[in-house]
């Protein structure tokens, strides 16, 4: 059955609503439509609650993390999206268990400020992350790192409220992570147990430095873009090539269609600007800088880029962070 109307599924939940809203400024690209409900749950039970509902109503639910990995279609989406920036969502518990060795950190805690609050203290183990923008939730959901390692090989255990709203703990010997990719079941992770190590809190804040430093000068990171569009993909002779070398060497840095381009500093990174009014593309052209960019690589190289971005357009459903 489906409710005939939204409030049905949260009037009497800790949450905050609002109704059709504008995701654009959720995301680095900074554009597409809006979510026909945007919920901020304030508590754990509340988000369990949520997410029961929607399964029982037929109400697709979304999770929106730091928005750095997103693309919304311009006509917006259906159904729920959830956003865990509420203080319950965003706390980070040092020494878990009483075990300096081990930290609890939840879904919507920001990567960014948890790898520099863990060097002020001395706790090396996510330095990897340095540079990467994502919530704790959507950096495990797609495995998120780079040539330094990532947020998977921390990783203790991790808490999903399912799509049936219970919570379910998974250890780290049931957890397998892959390139961009976790064997996790659909759902919202609630929070995560992270491993780190005491250390020289001066050596840890030279390594995010010194990490951050070379994303900033490989990377254009001021850009409207979600940083790498694609994944590197497993050439036919097996080994593993970068995506950005090969939209290069297919000569498609600088390409346009309308508002999008190819970044001329990173082949991999896509990114809008701004027209003549002053405000940002449309996420179709976008898309159909996308669609190019793989059909000239597969003529090229004979192989199929698949996207990293997460794309949201209403009518398909997608569980998990973005």
């Not at 928005?67 to 959830?82: C, F, P, Q, S, T």
């Not at 920036?85 to 990567?111: K, L, P, Q």
């Amino acid at each position: 059955m489906i409710v005939t109307s939204p409030s049905n599924l949260y009037a009497d939940l800790d949450v905050q609503a609002e109704l059709d809203a504008p995701l654009g400024p959720h995301t680095w690209f900074g554009i597409g439509g809006s979510a026909d409900i945007l919920i901020r749950p304030n508590t754990l039970e509340a988000l369990s609650a949520l997410a029961r509902r929607c399964r029982r109503d037929g109400m697709p639910l979304r999770v929106l993390g730091s928005g750095a990995n997103l693309l919304v279609d311009d006509e917006g989406v259906d159904g729920v999206v959830v956003k865990l920036d509420t203080e319950a969502f965003r706390r980070v518990e040092f020494n878990a268990d009483g075990g300096i060795e081990r930290m609890r950190v939840h879904g919507g805690a920001s990567m960014e400020r948890l790898v520099q609050e863990c060097a002020r203290r001395g706790l090396r183990g996510l330095e990897p992350m340095s540079g990467i923008p994502a919530s704790l939730g959507g950096a495990i959901r797609m495995n998120a790192g780079g040539k330094f390692g990532a947020i998977g090989d921390a990783v203790d255990a991790v808490a999903v409220v399912g799509e049936d709203g219970e919570l379910r703990v998974y250890p780290r010997s049931e957890l397998e992570f892959g390139y961009r990719s976790t064997n996790l079941p659909a759902g919202t992770i609630a929070w995560a147990s992270l491993r780190v190590e005491p250390d020289d809190p001066i050596a840890c804040r030279d390594r995010v430095k010194e990490i951050f430093a070379y994303k900033k000068s490989t990377q254009p990171m001021s850009a409207n873009s979600a940083g790498c569009m694609f994944r590197n993909p497993v050439m036919p002779d097996g080994t593993r090539e970068s995506a950005g070398r090969l939209i290069d060497r297919a000569g498609l840095k600088g390409h346009r269609v309308g508002s999008a381009f190819v970044s001329t500093e990173h082949g991999n990174f896509l990114a809008v600007d701004r027209g003549d009014a002053g405000r940002l593309g449309r996420t179709d052209d976008l898309r159909a800088l996308v669609d190019h960019v793989q059909r000239a690589v597969e003529r090229a190289f004979g192989v199929r880029l698949e996207t990293e971005v997460v794309f949201w357009r209403r009518g398909e459903s997608h569980g998990g962070h973005s």
